[in-house]
C-alpha cells in the first residue's frame, strides 16, 4: 500500500474502528498511521480522522474512529457503521486482552450472520511489543484469538514501529475490499452451488435429447 495524500478520483470509501480499553495505545496507533509519528500522550478526545490511501493501487478514503472503551447503545452504532475492526490490546494488560475476546463475541452476535455479506473484517492487534520485560499475554494467545474467531493478527508497537503498524491497516483495507467485492458477486456460497448444479444438470438434459 502506498500511503501519500492524493488527488485522484475517489473510487472506494472505508470505515474503520478502532476499539480496546483504556490505555492500551488505539490513539498512538492511530496516530502513528496518519502521522509517522509517535507523540507519547493523546488526551482523550474521541475522532473520526479522513485520510486517502492507496490500496492496490486504488484510491481509497478511509474514515478512522478512534473510539473510547464503550458497551453503551453506542457501540451498536459503531458496528453498524464500520467495515473494519482494530481491536487492540497491551500485550501488558491482561484486561484488555479479555475485553478484546468480549468484544469480538459482542461484534459478531450484533453483525447477525457471521458468514454474510456483512461479516465483520476484524484485526487483532496486541500493542506495546517494546514492553515484552512487562509481557502478561502470549503472541500464541493473541494468535490463538484471531485464529479461533477467522481474524487477522499482529503484535505491534506503536511506540518503535511505524511498518507494524502500516501493516495492520494495510491488511485490513486489504481485507475489506476483498469482503466488498466478494458481496458484490452475485452466485456466493450455497445458492452458487445449486445454480452450477442446476446448470450441469440442464445441460445433461439437452445433451440427451
Ligand atoms: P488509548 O487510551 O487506547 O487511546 O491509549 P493511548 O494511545 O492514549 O496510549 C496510552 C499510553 O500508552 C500513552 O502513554 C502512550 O504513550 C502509551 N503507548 C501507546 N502505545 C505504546 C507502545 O507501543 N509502547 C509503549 N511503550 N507505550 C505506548
Ligand atoms: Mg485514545
Given at each position: ?160 514501529d511505524y511498518h507494524g ?37 440442464a445441460r445433461r438434459r439437452?445433451?440427451?435429447?
Amino acid at each position: 500500500m502506498e500511503l501519500r495524500g492524493l488527488t485522484y478520483p475517489v473510487s472506494m470509501e472505508t470505515n474503520i474502528v478502532v476499539m480496546g480499553t483504556e490505555s492500551v495505545g488505539k490513539s498512538a496507533l492511530t496516530v502513528r498511521l496518519l502521522t509517522r509519528r509517535f507523540i507519547g500522550e493523546y488526551g482523550d478526545i474521541e475522532s473520526i480522522y479522513t485520510h486517502r490511501f492507496m490500496v492496490d493501487g486504488r484510491e481509497t478514503v478511509v474514515n478512522i474512529w478512534d473510539s473510547p472503551y464503550s458497551e453503551t447503545p453506542l457501540f451498536e452504532r459503531k458496528v453498524r457503521w464500520a467495515d473494519g475492526f482494530v481491536l487492540a490490546y497491551s500485550i501488558c494488560d491482561r484486561a484488555s486482552f479479555t475485553a478484546v475476546t468480549r468484544l469480538l463475541h459482542a461484534i459478531k452476535s450484533s453483525r447477525g450472520c457471521p458468514h454474510g455479506d456483512r461479516a465483520p473484517v476484524v484485526v487483532v492487534v496486541g500493542n506495546k511489543r517494546d514492553l515484552h520485560h512487562r509481557r502478561t499475554v502470549l503472541s500464541e494467545e493473541g494468535r490463538l484469538l484471531a485464529l479461533d474467531a477467522g481474524c487477522l493478527f499482529y503484535e505491534v508497537s506503536a511506540a518503535e514501529d511505524y511498518h507494524g503498524v502500516l501493516a495492520v491497516f494495510h491488511s485490513l483495507l486489504t481485507g475489506v475490499k476483498d469482503a466488498k467485492l466478494s458481496a458484490k458477486r452475485p452466485c456466493t456460497g450455497l445458492k452458487g452451488i445449486v445454480k452450477s448444479v442446476s446448470a450441469v444438470f440442464a445441460r445433461r438434459r439437452t445433451d440427451s435429447i
